[in-house]
C-alpha cells in the first residue's frame, strides 16, 4: 500500500506528520506483525484534569499500545489538546475547541471572543477542525445563536470538520444545521447518544455531509451499542452496510461522565483506555472484512484527507 498527502487538502498543511502516519499505517518497523491492525480513534480527549492523572507521554504510549496510527483529539482547553499532538510523533491531530477558557463550556455562545479566537487557532493551521461542540435541545445555546452559527462559517471558509455531540430526542433536531450549512462536514459524535439506528439513518438520508461516529457507544457511556450477548444487532448492522463510506469509530476516554456526585475527582479516561478500544475492536469484529476495515480504518483517513 503506498500513501500521499492529498494536494490543497487541509492535511498538506501537516506534511511532515502525514509521512510520520504513513509510516505508522504502513507498520514500518520488525514489531509491526505483533501489533493489532491498524485503528483510526477519531474521537480522544486531553484535558486539564486529565492532565492532573496522565502526562501526554501516557497517553500516547497507550496510542502505541494499540497500533492507534490516527488520533483526533479535542482539548479543553485547546492547547491541551496540541500537548497531546505534539507529543505524538505524528499520529494525532487537534481540534479547536470553543470553549476558550474557565467554565465556558457553559456560555461559551455569549462570548464574541469565541470566533476571534477560532479565527486565529484555524488561521494558524495547528488545528485541524472545531470541537467538540455541545448542542442540546433543552438548554441553550440555540441552533440560530449568533456565535454558533459564526462558528460553522468558519469551518466553511477554512474547509475543516465540526465534532457536533448533540443531546436530543430526536435526529431531526440535527437536520436545520446539516441543510442549513451543506458547505460543512459534521462529524456526529456518539451516533446521537442513546439514539437508536433508526435515527442515524434518518440523518444520514437527510444530510450528505454528516458521518456518524461510534465513540463512547459502550456499556458505561448513552446505552451499549451491543446487545447483552455482545452482538451488533441488525438494525445496526444494517445500516452500517448502506451507508459503508459514512461511518467511523472512536473511544472518547472520559470517566465519571455519567456520574456528577464525583465532580471533584481528575477525569481517569486514559486509565481505561485498553477497555475502550478492545470494546469497539470486539464489535467492529462482527463485521464483514472490508466493512470492518472501513469503520476501523480507512473512512477515518478519507475523512482527513490521507489518500491510500
Known sequence: MTMRIRQGSLRSRFQARGAALVLL??????????????????????????????????????????NV???????????????????????VLALFSPYIEGMSRYDWYRDPRVLERTREALASGRYVGIGEVHLSGSRPP???????????????????PVLLHTEASDHRFVVPVCQGH?????????????????????????????WVELSARDPDHYGSLVDAEGRLPDPWRELIADYPERFMTGTDPVWNAQQVYRWYEADEGWRHYDALIA?????????????????????????????R
Open 25 to 66: 499505517i504502513l507498520g514500518f518497523g520488525a514489531s509491526a506483525a505483533a501489533q493489532p491492525p491498524p485503528f483510526a480513534d477519531i474521537h480522544l480527549h486531553y484535558t486539564w484534569s486529565q492532565a492532573e492523572v496522565t502526562e501526554p507521554e501516557e497517553a500516547v504510549a497507550a496510542l502505541r499500545r494499540h
Open 142 to 160: 440555540a441552533r440560530d445563536n449568533r456565535i454558533f452559527q459564526g462558528l460553522l462559517d468558519l469551518a466553511a471558509e477554512f474547509d475543516v
Open 279 to 307: 470494546f469497539h475492536r470486539d464489535w467492529l469484529g462482527q463485521l464483514p472484512p472490508d466493512l470492518e476495515r472501513r469503520l476501523r480504518l480507512t473512512n477515518a483517513l478519507d475523512f482527513f484527507g490521507v489518500e
Open 69 to 91: 496510527v490516527l488520533g483526533v483529539v479535542a482539548g479543553w482547553p485547546s492547547e491541551r489538546a496540541l500537548e497531546l499532538a505534539e507529543a505524538s510523533d505524528g499520529r
Open 182 to 210: 451543506p458547505e460543512v462536514r459534521f462529524l456526529w459524535a456518539h451516533a446521537g447518544g442513546i439514539l437508536g439506528a433508526g435515527h442515524s439513518r434518518g440523518l444520514l438520508e437527510a444530510c450528505d455531509n454528516v
